[in-house]
């Protein structure tokens, strides 16, 4: 006797979002790299420039761990488009301050991703851009805002930029 395979009895999900957040994600580095930032710099230097932010700061907008966050930090740094410099509210913490070029360079890198997001959400009828986008922002600020804890440890999400 050969076991059946289960009837899916939902659209699957899962894949769907995976597969259009890994294509995404790929068209978005792609792009970047054409004026050699990366996503996680790009997103550093856009959440420096909003405010005074230690790296850790940054690090948990960017849902970066500590080693990757010092590598992104001396990329930039390399690069001339941010520095670390003492906090002026407390001069233990060190803070990611963007240059002037690197504030030249955030304009252009925003102006690429919205240029990537515009792109992936015209290929839908107008209708489906705004159906699309509530139902997801639905899902982000309800049932699906918070993980599951899990035994087993999965990747985590990057946050939701404010």
């Given at each position: 006797?050969?076991?059946?395979?289960?009837?899916?009895?939902?659209?699957?999900l899962s894949f769907?979002?995976?597969?259009?957040?890994?294509?995404?994600?790929?068209?978005?580095?792609?792009?970047?790299?054409?004026?050699?930032?990366?996503?996680?710099?790009?997103?550093?230097?856009?959440?420096?420039?909003?405010?005074e932010r230690t790296?850790?700061?940054?690090?948990?907008?960017?849902?970066?761990?500590?080693?990757?966050?010092?590598?992104?930090?001396?990329?930039?740094?390399?690069?001339?488009?941010?520095?670390?410099?003492?906090?002026?509210?407390?001069?233990?913490?060190?803070?990611?301050?963007?240059?002037?070029?690197?504030?030249?360079?955030?304009?252009?890198?925003?102006?690429?991703?919205?240029?990537?997001?515009?792109?992936?959400?015209?290929?839908?009828?107008?209708?489906?851009?705004?159906?699309?986008?509530?139902?997801?922002?639905?899902?982000?600020?309800?049932?699906?805002?918070?993980?599951?804890?899990?035994?087993?440890?999965?990747?985590?999400?990057?946050?939701?930029?404010?």
């Amino acid at each position: 006797m050969t076991a059946m395979t289960p009837a899916r009895t939902e659209a699957d999900l899962s894949f769907l979002l995976d597969h259009t957040g890994h294509v995404l994600r790929t068209r978005m580095a792609a792009a970047l790299a054409e004026i050699g930032l990366t996503a996680r710099m790009h997103c550093v230097l856009v959440h420096a420039l909003e405010e005074e932010r230690t790296q850790i700061q940054l690090a948990e907008i960017g849902d970066m761990d500590k080693t990757t966050m010092v590598v992104t930090v001396d990329a930039l740094e390399k690069a001339g488009l941010a520095e670390r410099r003492p906090s002026s509210q407390d001069r233990r913490a060190r803070i990611i301050a963007v240059t002037e070029e690197g504030a030249r360079v955030a304009q252009q890198s925003q102006r690429i991703v919205d240029r990537v997001h515009h792109e992936a959400l015209a290929s839908l009828p107008e209708e489906d851009r705004t159906a699309l986008l509530r139902a997801l922002n639905h899902l982000v600020e309800g049932h699906l805002a918070t993980p599951a804890e899990s035994p087993r440890p999965t990747r985590r999400a990057r946050q939701r930029e404010k």
